[in-house]
């Protein structure tokens, strides 16, 4: 799957433009500030219709500007298709076309063009909050298997509308949503734990290629019981005083985690910095397969400012990772052509005060 090309105008602070992409992708050079970052979360924008920095679409409106409007062409082993989003910010309007025709139900697209992204603060994904580490299983998941996505949204409705009558005091209606709870949230729980257990072989080998030896552990951080909706009554029964005190749900997959642990100990707590960036940027690698394997096409990577704060050879270990990507397309960015390995494949464009110069 390739972006072949990019129409972008009215987005961040890029000008107007249209770009067309060679089929291995490119390294966009540049100062901060000058738009790097903002053409790939364009080139990201069609994953989810939405920004990969969780940006409110009338933030990603150019100063002053009445909106953006992207357009981008796929080609797909199901052939090229074209996705097109215009935001209007009066009203907060949006709409997505796909190959030309209006697309009402969004979940329907996602993941239409497949791309993977990582951006500074993904080092949380080794060294940040449970949080982090969810969103990461929830959004990989829901692209990987349209069944996940239903089953999330259902999960979600129902844990919002118990944890509302939880904070009114209405047990009699929070116990009206269990049965969805349960429901759902086994299923989650089924893909979660399954990926889960598969992911520590995976992991080992993608940290041995970035020259991370130490062994490697993954394990889910939740009650695997609840993968069976029969376990659910029991258990929300067993926390339905915590419940109602805390005006919240107290089980089940909003409260999970994934733990990686790194030469028997865990990375969050006692890995370095280079060790927490080259397991936060092997997990990326793992979404990579995760989403080839389930979607049957390998999707883009977007790696943003990915070499800082990495040695010489973990850099040149990760191009030599990316020069073996085979069919997939890269986009990656970087302040100073210093910080390019010299073993990196790819041509290099150049983006100053908004503007893409390609070689």
């Known amino acids: 799957m390739r972006l072949e090309r990019l129409v972008a105008r009215g987005f961040r602070n890029l000008l107007d433009t249209e770009l067309v992409f060679p089929p ?5 050079l540049g100062a901060n500030g000058q738009g790097k970052t903002n053409l790939l979360e364009a080139i990201y924008y069609p994953v989810f219709f939405r920004s990969f920095h969780g940006a409110l679409d009338q933030e990603l409106v150019k100063f002053g500007g009445p909106g953006f409007r992207l357009e981008g062409d796929v080609g797909a ?12 910010a009066a009203g907060k309007k949006k709409q997505i076309e796909l190959d030309g025709s209006p697309a009402p139900r969004l979940a329907e697209h996602v993941g239409r063009w497949l791309a993977v992204a990582f951006l500074p603060q993904d080092l949380s994904l080794a060294a940040g909050p449970a949080t982090e580490r969810r969103r990461y299983l929830d959004r990989m998941l829901a692209i990987a298997d349209r069944k996940y996505f239903v089953a999330l949204a259902h999960y979600r409705a129902a844990l919002a509308q118990r944890n509302a009558a939880l904070r009114q005091g209405r047990m009699d209606l929070a116990h009206a949503f269990d049965s969805i709870l349960a429901e759902a949230g086994a299923r989650v729980l089924v893909h979660r734990v399954r990926w889960a257990d598969e992911a520590t072989t995976a992991l080992a080998a993608e940290l ?3 020259g991370e030896p130490a062994p490697v552990v993954v394990t ?5 019981d609840l993968t069976d909706a029969s376990a659910w009554p029991a258990a929300l029964l067993a926390g339905e005083n915590r419940d109602r005190q805390r005006g919240n749900t107290g089980i089940g997959p909003h409260r999970d985690d994934i733990r990686i642990g790194l030469g028997g100990h865990g ?5 370095s910095t280079g060790q927490q960036r080259t397991v936060a940027i092997a997990l990326k690698f793992l979404e990579l397969s995760t989403l080839e394997r389930a979607r049957q096409a390998p ?8 070499f800082a704060e990495l040695d010489r050879e973990r850099q040149e270990r990760l191009a030599t990772r990316l020069s073996r990507a085979g069919e997939r397309q890269v986009f990656l960015s970087s302040p100073r052509a210093d910080e390019l390995p010299p073993n990196l494949e790819l041509p290099v464009w150049s983006v100053s005060a908004g503007q893409v110069l390609p070689a």
């Open 267 to 271: 990375v969050r707590e006692f890995g």
């Open 220 to 224: 889910y951080a939740g009650n695997r």
């Open 208 to 210: 041995d290629a970035l």
């Open 24 to 28: 291995t992708g490119v390294a966009l």
């Open 299 to 306: 999707p883009a990577l977007l790696l943003d400012d990915v």
């Open 77 to 88: 082993t199901s052939g090229r298709h074209q996705i097109a989003i215009r935001f209007l």
